[in-house]
């Protein structure tokens, strides 16, 4: 902390230290306290506040009703992508037919970033609602979301994303595929196994959700929570036994 210290005082004179700090703000709107709402408001209307410190008070603010929602709508049309991303994701919460006004015209963002995220939001929207003008700019920016995602296909993660995405489409086989991606890119990686599992038992696939789970504990390396599943799905099917020791172990674990 010192040699930082030192260095800002290198880089910009001491007069840094006296700027006046966000941190508490931002901790206290981590606990859900509702004395951080008025604060962070401000943050998100100053100007002078860098677009991230801007768009992470949004994300706190998302929490606090209705100022909160009225805030994120106003920032759809912040100057920062960063701030009008960040507001999305906190709309995507919504229902299909309060968010889709909102949401809608942002994708034909100029920007790939707002524009994936619109997508993204917009994903549990019937057909219905859109035009066919704004189903093709939808289509695009889930076509843009996949390309960001295959960017990075030698890890899991993107494969995750992907499966979220078709599981929340209805998509339930390429869900299922790029969750099987995902393992076999790294087959230690825990929400892979628990994307899958929770894949199979949302479409009543539940003795393939407990073999995607013991087969998990061979490889994952912190398996506490795949304990707690495990007995989560035994309790539905009143093996109590066998999920109070499940339970056990990911209580010891």
Known sequence: AGWAVAAMDGWYGPQWQERPSLVGIMSVARQGDPIAEAPLL?????????????????????????????????????????????????????????????????????VRGVRIEAARALVDVPRSQFSDSQWQQFESGLAEYEAAQ?????????????GSLYAVMGRVEEAETAYRTAIARDRTFLPAHNNLANLYYQTGRRAEAEDTFRQALEWVQQPGSLYYSLGLLQVEDQRLEEAAANFAQAAEL
């Open 150 to 162: 295959l960017a990075q296909a030698d890890h899991p993660e993107g494969y995750i994303n992907l």
């Open 42 to 110: 401000q943050v998100v209307d100053d100007p002078t506040q860098p677009a991230i410190i801007r768009a992470t008070a949004i994300e706190l603010a998302s929490q606090y009703g209705a100022q909160g929602l009225a805030m994120m709508a106003n920032s759809l049309g912040d100057g920062s992508p960063l701030v009008r991303a960040s507001a999305l994701r906190g709309l995507a919460a919504l229902s299909p037919a309060q968010k889709f006004p909102l949401i809608e015209p942002s994708l034909a963002d100029p």
